[in-house]
Structure formats: structure tokens, C-alpha cells
């Protein structure tokens, strides 16, 4: 199982990305799919989740109506649309995926910069 995030950079306050997911390995249709990010010095923190088969979607309250997460099975990927950028979005993003079921992530991708210049 392998997924493979992207799409990280450098971005002034106000600005755009996106982030994506490459999923690899298993069907993920009974997954949830998840974007977390880890700021320097401080712990991991949930951003959104979206579930493969359905298409729900959850956010973290300080992305909302800021951040889209969306899925593209064809494609085997997930995204995570970030606009209106902030400085306190500035984290390493990591996409994650967990059973349905479970609580915990059990696959993690190798994490992304996502830098944003005030």
C-alpha cells in the first residue's frame, strides 16, 4: 500500500494549492481518506477526511469554507484544495487512510511543505 502526496510549495497569504494523493496498492473503497498536517512544534492535527465510497466530507473548523477535499477514483487520487491561504496554515501535509471502522490511520504518505508567506 502505498500513497504518494504532492503538490506542496510556497504561497503568499491569500493564495492557492493543491494537494494531492496518488493511492496505490488496494482498493480504497472502503477507506477513509484523510489530510492531516503538522506545523513545526506542535502536534499532527485532522485537517479534512472524505470517504471513498460516499463522498463525505468532514473538516477541521479552520478550514472550513477554505479547504476542499475531493476524491477521483479513476485516478486513484485524493485531493485537498486550499485557498485563502493564512501563515498559520504552514505545515507539513500528510494524506493518510484508514478502514471505514477504525478510529486510527493506518496508511500514511510521506508528507508534504506547505509554506505560506505573509
Known amino acids: 500500500v502505498q500513497l504518494q502526496a504532492s503538490g506542496g510549495g510556497l504561497v503568499q497569504a491569500g493564495g492557492s494549492l493543491r494537494l494531492s494523493c496518488l493511492t496505490s496498492?488496494?482498493?480504497?473503497?472502503?477507506?477513509?481518506m484523510g489530510w492531516l498536517r503538522q506545523a513545526p512544534g506542535k502536534e499532527r492535527e485532522f485537517v479534512a477526511s472524505?470517504?471513498?465510497?460516499?463522498?463525505?466530507?468532514s473538516y477541521a473548523d479552520s478550514v472550513k469554507g477554505r479547504f476542499t477535499i475531493s476524491r477521483d477514483s479513476a485516478k486513484n487520487t485524493v485531493y485537498l484544495q486550499m485557498n485563502s491561504l493564512n501563515p498559520e496554515d504552514t505545515a507539513v501535509y500528510y494524506c493518510?487512510?484508514?478502514?471505514?471502522?477504525?478510529?486510527?490511520?493506518?496508511?500514511w504518505g510521506q508528507g508534504t511543505q506547505v509554506t505560506v508567506s505573509s
Open positions: 493518510a487512510a484508514r478502514r471505514a471502522w477504525e478510529r486510527n490511520y493506518n496508511y
Open positions: 496498492g488496494r482498493a480504497f473503497s472502503a477507506y477513509v
Open positions: 472524505i470517504t471513498w465510497s460516499s463522498g463525505d466530507a
